[in-house]
């Protein structure tokens, strides 16, 4: 059973600063990898979708990696503002099935 | 991208009572999928919604509970049955298909308050 885990739970930083979050997943049979973010009681934005082929992917200042092998993704925010507090949440198929495993999310506040 | 509307927004209901939560897709998907969300807590599978047959529901989960309905490629039904404070959670819809790639797309989600 896929299991997928996100560290740290909370991260507060200051405006500017550059800051990485983790997800590790159990089984590394996956096909892609989707990161989300998601506004107090709001729903999901997508924000990258990283195929197993791939190693990264950028949108703006976000990239996310991927190192399926070993089971982990990050998503990297460049010069963090106070629009990107949010909880981000990594995601997976579960095994031979298209619905997402999400992680518990981590939940990011920028102080400006 | 694809564009999802969920109704109601939100809803605060009675124990006891059913609500019926609707999804509506802006095109034609092949799968559509309800989740929920309770407090504090990631998202949780409740059951693949499936067009003209019965919803695949995940452990923990009933169709008595929480029948599903979905008549055609666009939209989807989920109805909380007799509901308990334990059903207080955000329900959301999310769908994937062919015509969206392989990106799976949420709706804005029904909050559900039961006192």
């Known amino acids: 059973k896929q299991e997928v885990t996100q560290i740290p739970a909370a991260l507060s930083v200051p405006e500017g600063e550059n800051l990485v979050l983790n997800c590790s997943f159990t089984?590394?049979?996956?096909?892609?990898l989707q990161w989300f973010r998601q506004d107090p009681g709001k729903g999901l934005t997508s924000l990258l979708l990283i195929q197993s082929s791939q190693r990264e992917q950028t949108s703006g200042r976000l990239n996310a990696s991927l190192d399926k092998s070993s089971g982990r993704s990050t998503l990297y925010i460049a010069a963090s503002q106070p629009g990107d507090s949010a909880t981000y949440l990594c995601?997976?198929?579960?095994?031979?099935?298209?619905?997402?495993?999400f992680g518990k999310g981590t939940r990011l506040s920028v102080i400006a | 991208s694809a564009v999802i509307s969920q109704k109601p927004s939100r809803d605060i209901c009675q124990r006891g009572t059913s609500l019926t939560i609707q999804c509506q897709v802006d095109s034609q998907v092949t799968m559509m999928f309800w989740y929920r969300q309770q407090p504090g807590q990631s998202l949780t599978l409740i059951a693949t919604a499936n067009q003209g047959s019965e919803a695949t529901y995940e452990s923990g989960f009933v169709i008595d509970k929480f029948p599903i309905s979905r008549p055609n490629l666009t939209f989807s039904t989920l109805t909380v049955s007799n509901m308990s404070p334990e059903d207080s959670s955000i329900y959301l819809c999310?769908?994937?298909?062919?015509?969206?790639?392989?990106?799976?797309?949420f709706g804005p989600g029904t909050r559900l308050l039961v006192l």
């Open positions: 999310g769908v994937h298909g062919q015509v969206l790639g392989e990106t799976q797309y």
């Open positions: 089984d590394s049979a996956i096909y892609n």
């Open positions: 995601a997976v198929p579960s095994p031979g099935n298209t619905p997402l495993v």
